[in-house]
């Protein structure tokens, strides 16, 4: 496994359209659940314990498919993981907005690595596996790097919308290191279960958030 390659995987400057994604903050900030840095924290704190377990599991068991595959990757498995994702994502602006990040996750990827083919566009997570797997990386680093996009695309997100010191807001991700490693660790070791046992954890906020501000005429993120 290369450091450097997780590094660049993991790098909010990746040219993947992340920078146009708020993961949900834009339209909790707007219903005034979050104001400050403490907000921010209870809000980060919550998205890596459901979505982002959910993100890092399915990255994890993409990338465990496809380096237990042949080359290209068994096309059944990826998209019975991207139906499993379809599953955990009630709400439809949701579900765009991760085949619109997988996308360009992909795009981007191909002018690093040979990433194969995969069928039709992926959910972020499932993109992010096959990517990692092209970069010859593990299930383990796969899942540390969603877990790491999970917090770090919305810190971003609340220093613009809340004009928050940007130093303390990557205190507060130093302090949730531990957890993001801890999350990527648990969806690792899951990455070989069958897909319907993989974890189901729900934000409804967020569903219903992404719904709402998926009708606003005016808006700074994507979703």
Known sequence: MSLA?????ADGRLPSGGHAHSGGLEAQVAAGRVRDLDGLAA????????????????AAAACHRAHAGASPPNMSEISELDDGLDARTPSAALRKASRAQGRALLRAGRAMWPVPEIGREPHQPVAL?????????????AAVAAAHGTVTGCASAGVRLLGLDPYAVHGLLARLAPDCDRVAADAAARSGDPVDDLPAAGAPLLDIGAELHATWEVRLFAS
């Open 129 to 141: 596996g096959v990517l990692a797997t092209a970069a010859g990386l593990g299930p383990l680093e």
């Open 5 to 9: 390659t997780l590094l660049l995987l």
């Open 43 to 58: 809000f980060l704190r919550g998205k890596l314990a459901t979505a982002g377990l959910v993100t890092a599991t399915f």
